[in-house]
């Protein structure tokens, strides 16, 4: 099976821009979770979903969006980016179950 | 809320020596899950080892194992006959079995450096 990928692997935006990334899971994967990743942070949680449904979300403010595909195909938006936004972004996809998660390449975004 | 701290930003350890990696975990929870995950340098994070919480024996992962002990909220991992390829950043994550709460919580992780 081929593994989770994210599009693209690297972004350069400046503030106040938005910006959307793309993570395909493993075929079969119905639950993609998207992560934050910064240095000293470890991983943020952002969201989940889950058969288009958003499951859970960790605290992250309203400029923070994400939606999945029916098939299962997930995005994540950034409105009005900021400085503080520059970061790794993670994306893991799982069954849905307690069974472990993989985890993609990730996107690096940087903020200028 | 439950936390998770890793205390050990950094470490290193010759090759072929033993290390060992800490983690405390908060919760409330009784049944849960904890894991081990690797992120060599500028590669995908792969998961290392796992360990169900009702379980009291000790996961083992050839040369990777776990010392789980549930009371006092410590999921520490043993990595034995280090490799130079088991240089990476190594986070231990928890996740809830609470029906829908299913978001994994992250240490800030533990970059360890294997010497030659």
């Known amino acids: 099976k081929a593994g989770v990928t994210q599009t693209p692997r690297y972004l350069i935006k400046t503030r106040g821009q938005q910006v959307t990334l793309s993570c395909s899971p493993i075929s079969g994967h119905r639950s993609v979770s998207w992560y934050q990743q910064t240095p000293g942070q470890g991983l943020q949680f952002l969201f989940e979903y889950f058969s288009e449904t958003q499951r859970n979300k960790g605290n992250f403010p309203g400029r923070f969006s994400g939606r999945q595909f029916s098939n299962s195909r997930s995005e994540m938006n950034v409105s009005t980016l900021e400085l503080g936004d520059s970061a790794l972004y993670l994306c893991a996809s799982s069954d849905g179950t307690v069974n472990e998660q993989f985890f993609g390449p990730g996107t690096r975004l940087t903020v200028l | 809320a439950q936390t998770v701290t890793q205390s050990q930003p950094e470490m290193s350890v010759q090759e072929a020596e033993t290390v060992t990696l800490s983690c405390t975990y908060d919760?409330?929870?009784?049944?849960?899950?904890l894991f081990w995950y690797k992120q060599p340098p500028s590669r995908q994070m792969i998961l290392v080892i796992r360990?169900?919480?009702?379980?009291?024996q000790n996961a083992t992962e050839n040369r990777f194992s776990v010392n789980f002990q549930k009371a006092a909220k410590s999921f520490s991992l043993k990595i034995s006959d280090s490799q130079l390829g088991d240089t990476a950043m190594y986070f231990c994550?928890?996740?809830?079995?609470?029906?829908?709460?299913?978001?994994?919580?992250f240490g800030t992780g533990t970059r360890l450096k294997v010497l030659a």
């Open positions: 994550a928890f996740r809830s079995t609470t029906s829908g709460t299913y978001k994994y919580i």
């Open positions: 360990q169900e919480a009702y379980k009291q």
């Open positions: 919760t409330s929870e009784n049944n849960y899950y």
